[in-house]
Nanobody, 127 residues
Framework: QVHLVESGGGLVQAGGSLRLSCAASGGTFSTYTMGWFRQTPGKEREFVAAFRRSGSGTWYADSVKGRFTISRDYASNTMYLQMNNLVPEDTAVYYC????????????????????WGQGTQVTVSS
């Protein structure tokens, strides 16, 4: 059973920055895919960013490219999301997600491909 704990959300003004963290425990961490999704009330959860443990490469939603950076610390099984130049449209609950599968590119952005989810952390960007 994988346990994911997010932290780092909060209230920030437009143009500001936040860094989210997601600490993972309880799983087999030799091969996996981890990602960030976000959700606003009344809308479906949307993909933000992801990476695969094996191999290189990161994936981003078009709406956050150039502003958000996903990174990881393999030693501590922690994933980060550095969010810069935030805009009010980034306001959402942010979730980290994990699967022990090495997802193919076409499935990286699908929430159905992930098996475990954190509890979510609220990010609010004021204008």
């Amino acid at each position: 059973q994988v346990h994911l704990v997010e932290s780092g959300g909060g209230l920030v003004q437009a143009g500001g920055s936040l860094r989210l963290s997601c600490a993972a425990s309880g799983g087999t961490f030799s091969t996996y895919t981890m990602g960030w999704f976000r959700q606003t009330p009344g809308k479906e959860r949307e993909f933000v960013a992801a990476f695969r443990r094996s191999g290189s490469g990161t994936w981003y939603a078009d709406s956050v490219k150039g502003r958000f950076t996903i990174s990881r610390d393999y030693a501590s099984n922690t994933m980060y999301l550095q969010m810069n130049n935030l805009v009010p449209e980034d306001t959402a609950v942010y979730y980290c997600a994990w699967t022990n599968s090495r997802l193919i590119n076409s499935r990286i952005g699908s929430e159905l491909a992930y098996d475990y989810w954190g509890q979510g952390t609220q990010v609010t960007v004021s204008s």
